[in-house]
Structure formats: structure tokens, C-alpha cells
């Protein structure tokens, strides 16, 4: 018995070593012969595949060296991640295609033409774009793709020669540079020389935040329609530019699961995506099924994923007359890692992506006609729906802040959808749209789906539970006036070309200078103000001066007695002006129909020094947003503060501390008592989601909270998640009434503002009505999900409390208003908060 255990032992110990040391044969098919010409990925970057995880720069290293010896490849960089790793793409197909690629790319775009679509695709090449590791921490995509750009550049014979004959492949090898190489830098670092699978070992437990996410720690697979990042708009403009007939995704799951492909959950599938999307994407599978059973993989589909929220790499392609494909492979994480299915080596992952991206392009060029008559049927149907929207428009436009008017239209111009000025200015439904400051979007162009799937509000759902959120309607999240109008009498020119806002002094008065807070960048202009040590006031109250209106928040800067010579001042504030896109004007007197320019209405405002918590146990997504927001949005400066050394700061260097989401046992008792003498001595704690709750039981913040007191009747053990699962609010866009007047709502406009909110947590509203300047209306379901219970405790709370704790205050946000830097309407919410916090 004992000799039989060793052996087995040794059998096992065997065949880790012999996995782990695999060579480049495991991956690639059988009996097939490659050119010895095409340096295979060890020959460039020194290691086997699977041997080491690829870094990113060896990655792109051996692409480059592809591309230079293979006749089927052309690569191009096609921009640059926040940490300057290069956006490759390859563009692989026959030589013969190569040499007529402008002229295959136009023939097939007229697939998505309705006007020009009845073009036989006889001999058209379908075009599949495949994309890897999008999440930087599910790494067996971007390392399949050394394997499997090796394969195309170098198999030979009739099979693939008829692929590439038949085909346009957009081979993205990594989606996400920067957190593959963070996340590669974690595993090799980490690997034991000598295999050890144990799941307890550091290698498989990266630290905060991990490489899961881009440099500002996003989730870029939820970008694909609000293309706010650089990785994306890359991706985009190459969408758009080849409007691809499938597009795959390859990510990795739970250590414990086995394969994923789509389609995903049958119910759970967006209205607007047509039946026979996913009738296609299930004959596809069909192909990545029989090549995971002749390599004797596990495998599932049609369960957990689904393809709901167009913002998804695997479903965007839906609406817009592409099959999207995701593939999830169970993580080894690192090199070799026990799991419910025996021991997972990082080859056998890797193995299983190669495998499903040739099944991919096998399907492709199969399925061929049917799949590109799919897509010419689907703008075909899109161009009658054009006929009879042919009089319909949508019109968007803030009168008070340009700039944000324009990133709107950026996102559609970034998606290729038309729009247009206005001729006239005009007023609908009590919303007045003025001629350079809004724009005109026809129905009736080629992008009609996706113009509803961007702009639509829903309500009703034919199922409770979703993968991600479940509403995403882009006017709202920027708090944007717009109207669906049936005429198209005011529609102008179209606009080609999007400029920035030029921002400009009026006025040679000698007084003060004066700018409202409506405008999207005045944080940034008010920072870079207080930032050279001008002094600068806020208004409380509404005024006019020199027949213009100031609303309240107006920020005021006094020409005397500034530390500055005026002729300074005036640059300074001239300069602001220019580079924030805002209009500064210069008064020449203080007597004003309201409170004049010396009144104690005018408050000071002081120059603000803001950390945020991060760190083991802060949610990094929401961390990260706000990050973002201040280095890129604003360009102010915020401090990190990691928990793990926030006992040694000393916290008197800030203004204002951020606390993002948060574990229940983020904090120790020690920090939790240095923050609340902190907050004592006059700081201001500005609190998210979680945070709320947390700080509110910690007694920072006297808060109520309104309960769910649901009880499961009738549901069995089977339905069980299904009913826990109806009860979370995922995402959803609800309406809150505005107090104009309090310093938390400065710069808004309406009366009214949509919240996106992702928690159950809803705060009773404080007795005294004054307390309550943002309070979800009596009917605030505005677009998504949310259930019954649910929506009866929302309404008429509060999602904003302040509160005063010794010298300082605590504010309370239970939504997040900063939601995946597409959130513009709610950004100035936390602006007001540190800016204008002491007024509170
Ligand atoms: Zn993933």
C-alpha cells in the first residue's frame, strides 16, 4: 500500500512538472506543419508560454517581432494606456487580403448601411475581432494570445489558409496593459521553483487592489458605451471602424469552475438584442464545444452570465449587429493551483482560451453567410425602423454648462452616431435648448439601436436578476435636459468635429471678478485660483449685477487687497478662464440687486487638502472613480492614505478625508478614534455607500435607517436565490428633489437630479426639513430595476445627511456620485461637499 502511495506520488509530482513545463506543441493543433521561418514566442521573449506569466512589454514584444516576419500580420498601436503601454492591434488575414484591406473593410461596412446593403456576400470575408485579459488579473487570455497569434502567423496548409482566405481577424492581445503587468509582476514574484498548489500560498492572494483593473483601478469591461477611458476609446474607434461579425472576450472564473461560453442565461438577455443573436451565438458554441471535448476539458454554457447591459465587451457587439462572445476559464491565478477539479495549471487555461479562439475562427468561417447575412438582416431591420422614426429626434443640451453638454456628445461621437446643431433656439416641455449649446440627434441614422439602447428609460423587466446594472440611460446620468421631439424643423448642420469649450474674461471692471458654478470644470478653476493664493468667496444667496443673474454658488474673487499685484490677478484668473472652458467676468462696482459683493453672504473659501482612504478593505472601484475624477477631471491633487499606515499620518495635513465604500472591519479601534478626533478638531469626513453605515454605527453620525423586513412565504430552498437576488439593487437610476439654496446643491440648475445608487441603504430624513436638501421623490424610479420592497423604503428618504461633530462635520452619501467617470451630473455633489462643507 505504502509503495502504491509513493508511486502515486511520484506519477502526480510527475505530471505537474510535466504541465508546468509544457512546451509550445501543448497548445497548438495537431498535425499540422509551421513555418520555420516565424520565431515561435520563446525564441523572443526567453520563456515558454505558461513557463512564466507574460509581462506586458514582452508581449508586445513578441507581436512586433510577428508582425515583422509574417506576411498575414499588420500591426498598429493604436494609443496609449494611462501608464504608456502602447494599444496594439493585429490585423491578421491572407497576404491576397492584405493587399486589398481598404477595399474589404468598405465592402463590408456597407453591410451595416441599410441604404446600401443588398450587396451579395458571396467571397466576403467575415471579420472577427478577439480580444484578451480585459480584467489584467484573468491572465490565461493574453497569454493564449502568444500561442495563438504564433498559430495564425505560422501554421501552414489548406485549413488555415482557408481561414485567412475567408476571414479578418482583430486580434487584440490585451485588453488591459496596465493591470496584466501589475498582475504579472504579483504571480512571478510569488512563483515557487518548486510546485506548490496550495491555495493558501501569497501567489494566489495578490494585494490591494489587484491587477484586475486599469491604472485608475476600473473595471474596463463596463466601458465599452461610455468609453470614458483610453483603453476603450481605442477599441472603440477600431469597432467601429471594422464593425466586426463577432467579437470574444476571454476572461477567467472561480479557481473551482470549469468553462464558460456563451450564451449565457436565457432570460437575461437585453430586449433590444434580436432572437437570432443568440440562436447564432448557441450554433457558435456548438464549435467550441466538440474542440474542449477533444482535449478532454470541462465545460458549460447558457448559466451565471448574461447579456444585459450593453457595456459589456460580450454584449455590446449585440446592438450593433455583431454576435459578442464571452469565454470564462476557471483561474489557476498563478502557476499551479488545487482546485475542485484536481490541480489547475496555468497551461491548461491557457490551452483552453487557445483552443476556444480557433473554434472561434473555425465557426467564423463555417457559419460564414449565415453570419454576415445576420448582420446585413439586422441593419436591414434598422433602416425600416428609420423610416418610421424618419421625423423623430432626440435634443439634449444644458444652457448653463457646456462642457458637460459636449463629453455627451463626445460618447456619441466616439460611437459614430450622427447629430446636429440647432437652427433655432426653442423651448419644449418647460426646457429651453439654445443653438450652440445643445444638439440634435436624428433617429433615422445607421447607430437607431443604439441610440435607444443609450438614451431609453426602463422600468419593466422580464426577469429580477441582473449581472451588472440595469440602467445606464446616459441623459440622466448627466443630468441633462432632453426631449424625444417629432419634428425635425430646428434640426441645423451636422457636426463632424466636437471642440472643447473656449473659455474667456468679459469685462474690464476693476472691482471683483465673478464666475457662476454651473459649469462643469469651475472646481478645477477654483482649486487653480485658491491654488496661487488668491483669495475667493462663495455666494449664499442670488444676485444681479450689471444686468447678468449670479445663482447661488457664484464664486467671487475681490481685486483688493490680494497678495498679488491686480495685474496679476487678472492674468491668473484670465489663464483660468481659458483652460477650465468657463467664462470669468470683471465688475466694476459692488452694489448688486441682492446681496451686494462685501456682504457676510459672501463666504470665504478656503483651499482644501483632500486624502481618500484606500487600501485592504476599501472598495477600490469607487476609490479609484474618485481618484480619477480629481487627477484627470480636475487636476487636484488627493492624497491616498492607505489603512495600512494610517496610524503613523498625521491627519492635520487635511481639510477633507474621503472614505469610499468600505468592510465592516476596515478600520481598527485605534484609526476609528484618530479620525473622530480629527473630525473634532474640524476636519470633514465625507462618507460613501457602506461608510454610511459604518461611521453612522460608530457614532460619527446620528442616522435612521429604514429596514427591509421581507420574510420568504412560499419560496423553496431551490428558489432561494432567486429571491435574495430580486431584492438587490444592482443599479438603477432613481429621482431626488434639489434644495437649490443649500451649498450641497451649488451650481445645480433643476429643481430635480438623478442619482445612480447601487445599495439597499435609505436614511429616514431628519425632522427639520432644511436637513434635507437632496430627498428621493414620492414616485423616484426614473430607469432599472429595483423591487417592490425595495422601492417603497426609498421613496421619501434621504440619500444625504451633514452633520456636525465637535468642530468639524460628517457628510453621508449613500449613492455614488461618481459612478464609472460617466456620472458627470453627480460629480459636483462631492465638489460642493469639500468646497463648500464648512457652510453646512
Ligand atoms: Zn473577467
Excluded at 489548406?158 to 487584440?172: A, K
Excluded at 450564451?263 to 437585453?270: A, F, Q
Excluded at 463555417?366 to 434598422?382: D, G, N
Aim: proline share 5%.
Amino acid at each position: 500500500m505504502k509503495s502504491l502511495i509513493s508511486l502515486l506520488l511520484v506519477l502526480s509530482c510527475y505530471s505537474i512538472q510535466s504541465q508546468q513545463n509544457v512546451d509550445l506543441s501543448y497548445y497548438l493543433p495537431d498535425s499540422i506543419t509551421y513555418n520555420p521561418k516565424i520565431p515561435t514566442p520563446k525564441q523572443i521573449i526567453g520563456h515558454e508560454v505558461g513557463q512564466w506569466h507574460v509581462t506586458h512589454d514582452k508581449l508586445e514584444q513578441y507581436m512586433r517581432a510577428l508582425a515583422k516576419s509574417s506576411e498575414r500580420i499588420l500591426l498598429e498601436e493604436r494609443g496609449k494606456t494611462f501608464e504608456g503601454r502602447p494599444l496594439l492591434l493585429l490585423t491578421v488575414t491572407s497576404p491576397t487580403n492584405h493587399g486589398q484591406l481598404e477595399g474589404i473593410r468598405q465592402e463590408h461596412l456597407k453591410l451595416s448601411d441599410s441604404n446600401r446593403n443588398s450587396i451579395s456576400v458571396d467571397g466576403m470575408p467575415v471579420v472577427v475581432y478577439q480580444g484578451f485579459s480585459i480584467h489584467g488579473n484573468e491572465p490565461s487570455g493574453s497569454n493564449a494570445a502568444l500561442a495563438y497569434a504564433y498559430y495564425l502567423a505560422a501554421a501552414e496548409g489548406p485549413e488555415i489558409e482557408d481561414i485567412l482566405q475567408n476571414s479578418v481577424i482583430l486580434l487584440d492581445p490585451c485588453f488591459n496593459p496596465d493591470g496584466l503587468q501589475r498582475f504579472a509582476h504579483w504571480a512571478n514574484s510569488n512563483k515557487n521553483l518548486q510546485p506548490n498548489p496550495d491555495s493558501n500560498d501569497r501567489e494566489f492572494h495578490e494585494a490591494w487592489p489587484g491587477g484586475r483593473t486599469n491604472h485608475y483601478w476600473f473595471d474596463m469591461n463596463r466601458d465599452w458605451l461610455p468609453v470614458q477611458l483610453p483603453e476603450s476609446r481605442a477599441r472603440i474607434e477600431t469597432y467601429h471602424r471594422w464593425m466586426p461579425n463577432i467579437l470574444t472576450d476571454h476572461h477567467e472564473m472561480g479557481t473551482n469552475s470549469t468553462f464558460f461560453f456563451q450564451p449565457g442565461e436565457p432570460t437575461r438577455v437585453h430586449p433590444l438584442t434580436p432572437k437570432e443573436n443568440q440562436s447564432l451565438t448557441a450554433e457558435i458554441g456548438n464549435f467550441h464545444a466538440r474542440a474542449l471535448e477533444k482535449i478532454g476539458s470541462l465545460y458549460y454554457s447558457e448559466e451565471n452570465y448574461d447579456d444585459y447591459y450593453y457595456g459589456k465587451g460580450s454584449t455590446f457587439p449585440d446592438i450593433n449587429g455583431g454576435i459578442g462572445i464571452l469565454f470564462e476559464q476557471g483561474s489557476s491565478r498563478g502557476h499551479l493551483q488545487e482546485s475542485e477539479n484536481g490541480l489547475l495549471t496555468f497551461p491548461f487555461t491557457i490551452r483552453n482560451q487557445m483552443t476556444t479562439a480557433i473554434s472561434t475562427i473555425e465557426a467564423a468561417t463555417e457559419l460564414r453567410p449565415k453570419i454576415l447575412k445576420y448582420q446585413q438582416q439586422f441593419f436591414k431591420e434598422v433602416g425600416l425602423e428609420s423610416v418610421i422614426g424618419r421625423s423623430r429626434a432626440i435634443v439634449f443640451g444644458d444652457s448653463k454648462d457646456a462642457a458637460k453638454t459636449r463629453h455627451l456628445a463626445e460618447i456619441l461621437h466616439r460611437h459614430k452616431i450622427k447629430f446636429h446643431h440647432l437652427r433655432n433656439d426653442f423651448r419644449y416641455n418647460g426646457m429651453d435648448f439654445k443653438k450652440g449649446a445643445s444638439f440634435m440627434v436624428p433617429y433615422s441614422q445607421k447607430n437607431h439601436r443604439l441610440i435607444k439602447a443609450m438614451f431609453e428609460k426602463r422600468t419593466s423587466f422580464t426577469d429580477s436578476i441582473f449581472y451588472d446594472i440595469s440602467a445606464w440611460t446616459f441623459p440622466l446620468a448627466f443630468n441633462m435636459d432632453y426631449a424625444d421631439i417629432r419634428s425635425l424643423q430646428n434640426m441645423g448642420e451636422e457636426i463632424t468635429e466636437l471642440h472643447e469649450p473656449k473659455g474667456k474674461m468679459k469685462g474690464n471692471g476693476d472691482y471683483a471678478y465673478l464666475f457662476e458654478w454651473n459649469e462643469y470644470y469651475t472646481p478645477k478653476a477654483l482649486n487653480q485660483i485658491l491654488k496661487k493664493g488668491i483669495r475667493a468667496k462663495v455666494a449664499k444667496k442670488k444676485f444681479s449685477l450689471e444686468n447678468k443673474n449670479y445663482g447661488y454658488g457664484t464664486i467671487m474673487v475681490p481685486i483688493q487687497n490680494q497678495n498679488l499685484p491686480a495685474e496679476s490677478v487678472r492674468q491668473i484668473l484670465s489663464q483660468t478662464a481659458q483652460d477650465c472652458g468657463i467664462e470669468i467676468t470683471a465688475v466694476s462696482t459692488g452694489l448688486t440687486q441682492g446681496i451686494d459683493l462685501g456682504s457676510n453672504d459672501f463666504e470665504p473659501v478656503k483651499k482644501q487638502r483632500v486624502g481618500i482612504l484606500t487600501g485592504n478593505g476599501v472598495r477600490s472601484y469607487d476609490a479609484g472613480e474618485i481618484w480619477h475624477l480629481f487627477d484627470t477631471r480636475y487636476q487636484m491633487k488627493l492624497s491616498k492614505l492607505d489603512v495600512a499606515y494610517l496610524s503613523r499620518i498625521d491627519l492635520n495635513r487635511y481639510t477633507d478625508i474621503i472614505v469610499p465604500s468600505i468592510a465592516s472591519n476596515t478600520l481598527g479601534n485605534s484609526n476609528i478614534k484618530k479620525l473622530k478626533d480629527w473630525v473634532q478638531d474640524g476636519g470633514t469626513l465625507i462618507t460613501y455607500r457602506s461608510a454610511v453605515e459604518f461611521f453612522a454605527s460608530k457614532k460619527f453620525i446620528d442616522l435612521q435607517f429604514k429596514k427591509d423586513t421581507l420574510i420568504a412565504k412560499n419560496v423553496s430552498f431551490e428558489q432561494k436565490q432567486n429571491f435574495t437576488g430580486a431584492q438587490v439593487t444592482g443599479g438603477a437610476i432613481f429621482e431626488a428633489q434639489l434644495d437649490l439654496s443649500h451649498p450641497i446643491a451649488f451650481g445645480y440648475k433643476n429643481k430635480t437630479l438623478p442619482l445612480f445608487r447601487n445599495t439597499n441603504i435609505y436614511i429616514v430624513p431628519d425632522k427639520n426639513s432644511y436637513n434635507n436638501p437632496i430627498k428621493y421623490t414620492e414616485d423616484p424610479l426614473l430607469s432599472g430595476y429595483i423591487s417592490e420592497e425595495n422601492l417603497e423604503l426609498i421613496k421619501n428618504s434621504v440619500p444625504f445627511q451633514v452633520q456636525h461633530l465637535g468642530r468639524g462635520r460628517v457628510i453621508a452619501f449613500t449613492d455614488n456620485t461618481n459612478f464609472r467617470a460617466f456620472w458627470y451630473g453627480t460629480n459636483k455633489l462631492l465638489m460642493n461637499a469639500i468646497f463648500f462643507g464648512n457652510l453646512m
